[in-house]
Each structure stands twice: as structure tokens, then as C-alpha cells.
């Protein structure tokens, strides 16, 4: 997601405001006396505002800002406007994506879906994409290939419909002797074949599974949908596409 843009203050507007004054004034449209008697002030007074030996208060800026024919976005920049409504646009679309705790691969603890390290808030079309979506780092695996070569992070599609029946050239995070594969898969009668794992040990992941009677759901624990990048930091739309059709394609 970008970064917000600076918030901008009271206090800056306030500047803003003396600052184009004492600009105006340096270039002769008026003087202290005339600024001062336009607003209904005295003169020594409206010096010392100037000055900022007084307090430019609401009451006096708003009467300026009249009597000159300005508003509070003439102190705000084009820039600044633009950057503010892009970043309420984009709050506005968005929803909070768990990040969750441990990371997947081989060599870890298969990761616990109910505990979230970080909310992340992302695009309602990239939260629209699961039906339980969660983000979770991905640690080495020299299996990984394609478009998950490389990728440090996964989102991850953890609702039983899309586990349950997988699909051909999908990928998806599998749990076996307490760690975590990612990997496509088939199922063969009551066996789950794991695609690209039968020239390897054993000990590297398993080829097989049996499911003996069992369900798919206890080795299948999520669908992947992307991979790639912290996206933290660089965004899903910088990344590799979608792994996995949304629902309604």
C-alpha cells in the first residue's frame, strides 16, 4: 500500500496563513494599518500577530481569510490534495489482511492458523480473492519453482471449498510430519500425489500420501493464491499474478 502522505496541521495552516500575509505586505497590496483596520483590530495588535508575538487565533484568521477572499485550501498544496484524496480512496477500499505467525516450509513448525502476528490492510479486490485469506512468510524450500521461485511470502486461501477438490496446476500449503509444503497435488483413489517430489528422499517431503478413509482436509490446509515479495513493502500489485482464478472467474 503507499505510504500516507504528511499529515498537515493546525499549526502549519496557521504559518501558512502569516506567511502569505507577511508576503502580501512585503509586496505593498496592503499595509499593517490597513490589514488591521480591514479585520477590525488595531494596528499594534495586528503587528504583533504578524510578528508572532500573539497567537493567530481562529476568530481573527477566519475574519482575514474573508476580507482577503481566500479559504483554508488556499494554504494547501495541489500536491498535498492530491496525495490526501488518493490516500482516502485507497482507506476506503481497503480491508485488513492476518499475517500470521512462523513461516512455511520443510524445515519449520507448521504454522498455527489461529495465531495472527499483524494485520495487514490491503485492496477489497485482493481480500476478495479468498474465501479466509491469510499471509504468512515462506521459508527455504528448494522445491519452490515457477512463479513461486524465490518468493519470500505467500497469501493463502484457508476456506475448505478450495481444499478440499485440488485443482490441477494449482499449489497449494500441505502439512506433513508437522512441517509445511508447498506443492501441487492429485488425488489418486484414496492416495494424494505429490506432484514434482518422487526423484527426491523421502526425508526432503513426501511423494505420497495415504489417505486412508481420511480427508483430503487434513493434509491440504490451504490453497496458495500468490507468491511473492514482503508485500508490506511492495504491494501485491508489484508482485507475480495470481496463482489461483478468483472465485467468480
Same mark, same amino acid.
Given at each position: ?12 495552516l496557521?504559518?501558512?496563513l ?15 494599518r490597513?490589514?488591521?483596520r480591514?479585520i477590525?483590530?488595531s494596528?499594534p495588535?495586528?503587528?504583533h ?14 475574519q ?5 477572499g ?9 500536491s498535498?490534495?492530491?496525495a490526501?484524496l488518493?490516500?482516502?480512496? #485507497?482507506r476506503?477500499? $481497503? ?5 500470521l =505467525?512462523g513461516r512455511l @516450509?520443510? /524445515? ?6 489461529r ?6 490492510a490491503v485492496?477489497q479486490?485482493?481480500?476478495?480473492r ?8 515462506l521459508s527455504?524450500?528448494a ?9 519470500s511470502?505467500?497469501?493463502l486461501?484457508?476456506?475448505e ?5 485440488p ?8 502439512r506433513?510430519?508437522g512441517a509445511g509444503f508447498v506443492r ?6 484414496e ?7 518422487? #526423484?527426491?528422499?523421502e $526425508? ?5 500420501v =495415504?489417505?486412508?478413509? @481420511?480427508? /483430503? ?6 490453497a ?7 508485500p508490506?513493502y ?13 472465485a467468480s472467474?
Amino acid at each position: 500500500m503507499p505510504s500516507s502522505p504528511q499529515v498537515l496541521t493546525f499549526a502549519a495552516l496557521r504559518n501558512r496563513l502569516l506567511g502569505n500575509l507577511r508576503a502580501r505586505l512585503h509586496n505593498g497590496e496592503f499595509s499593517e494599518r490597513s490589514l488591521a483596520r480591514l479585520i477590525g483590530v488595531s494596528q499594534p495588535h495586528m503587528h504583533h500577530v504578524l510578528k508572532g508575538l500573539r497567537v493567530l487565533t481562529p476568530e481573527i484568521a477566519d475574519q482575514l481569510l474573508a476580507s482577503l477572499g481566500m479559504c483554508l485550501l488556499d494554504m494547501v498544496d495541489s500536491s498535498e490534495m492530491g496525495a490526501t484524496l488518493q490516500d482516502r480512496q #485507497l482507506r476506503a477500499n $481497503a480491508a485488513l489482511l492476518p499475517v500470521l =505467525e512462523g513461516r512455511l @516450509g520443510p /524445515t519449520e513448525p507448521f504454522p498455527d492458523w489461529r495465531r495472527v502476528s499483524a494485520w495487514l490492510a490491503v485492496d477489497q479486490d485482493a481480500r476478495r480473492r479468498a474465501g479466509r485469506p491469510a499471509l504468512v512468510e515462506l521459508s527455504g524450500d528448494a522445491e519452490l519453482s515457477g512463479p513461486l521461485a524465490g518468493a519470500s511470502y505467500a497469501l493463502l486461501d484457508l476456506d475448505e471449498a478450495v481444499r478440499v477438490r485440488p485443482r490441477p496446476a494449482s499449489w497449494y500449503a500441505i502439512r506433513w510430519r508437522g512441517a509445511g509444503f508447498v506443492r501441487q497435488v492429485r488425488i489418486e483413489g484414496e492416495t494424494l500425489v505429490i506432484l514434482g517430489q518422487r #526423484l527426491l528422499p523421502e $526425508a526432503d517431503g513426501p511423494s505420497k500420501v =495415504e489417505l486412508a478413509g @481420511g480427508s /483430503t482436509l487434513q493434509v491440504v490446509r490451504a490453497a496458495v493464491l500468490w507468491a511473492g515479495a514482503d508485500p508490506r513493502y511492495a504491494g501485491f500489485g508489484n508482485q507475480p499474478g495470481w496463482l489461483i482464478p478468483a472465485a467468480s472467474s
